[in-house]
């Protein structure tokens, strides 16, 4: 092949590029004249999209000459990127709200008003009060054992090491427990709160709820 010949072919391929990469950034084509004012001032139409306007707003049309549809400029990478991060957090919004009200829902259902409110509180409280009891009656038995054990360690209080092992490993195990029971007590404790704390929450939430919901007077 002639240098010409070679190089003429050269620029065709690489013109021929930049045309398909412009064009695969042109909107999709709404049917309709298409008209623009281009970076030289150029009043340009066409029957498509305007590959010299991409840049710029160009209108679409109809027969009659009025207005059809407004096709914007071509995003670059950064708008296309910013544009997608903004339809993200839109949808991600949107899906939040859609929760809430569906949490909503829920609480409306299961709590109508404030003495079911109030009802389910005070027998979660009431659960939570009876194994808080059956743990301080199992340290009050251990208690008790420990004054026996302290009888029979009285014998050693000179020497607790000469004590026999079985006291000695009675001991321990009434220590060990009466810690188990006391932590188990202040962890009850501490539900107790978290469980005042959420209803409390719920409460304002619902009181909300149940003035929006409720019926108009003389409905």
């Known amino acids: 092949m002639r240098l010409g010949n070679w190089y003429g072919a050269a620029v065709c391929v690489g013109l021929s590029g930049l045309v398909v990469g ?27 999209p305007i590959p010299e306007c991409l840049d710029r707003e160009q209108k679409v049309l109809n027969p009659s000459g009025t207005v059809k549809a407004k096709v914007g400029p071509a995003l670059t990478a950064q708008e296309r990127a910013d544009q997608e991060q903004k339809e993200k957090r ?30 389910e509180r005070q027998e979660a409280l009431g659960q939570i009060a009876v194994v808080i009891q059956a743990a301080k009656n199992r340290l009050d038995e251990l208690g008790k054992q420990r004054v026996s054990i302290d009888e029979e360690m009285e014998f050693y209080k000179k020497d607790t090491s000469k004590a026999p092992a079985y006291v000695r490993r009675q001991l321990d195990e009434n220590n060990q427990s009466q810690a188990v029971q006391r932590r188990f007590i202040a962890e009850q404790e501490a ?17 909300q709820l149940w003035t929006t919901t409720s019926p108009a007077p003389g409905k």
């Open 191 to 207: 539900e107790i709160k978290r469980v005042n704390v959420r209803f409390e929450d719920e409460l304002v939430r619902l009181r």
């Open 22 to 48: 412009a064009w695969a950034q042109t909107p999709p084509a709404i049917a309709g004249v298409y008209t623009c004012v281009d970076a030289k001032g150029r009043k340009l139409t066409a029957d498509r």
């Open 90 to 119: 839109e949808i991600e919004e949107r899906s939040r709200t859609a929760d809430e009200k569906r949490r909503d829902r829920a609480l409306l259902t299961r709590y109508p008003s404030k003495t079911v409110h109030d009802q």
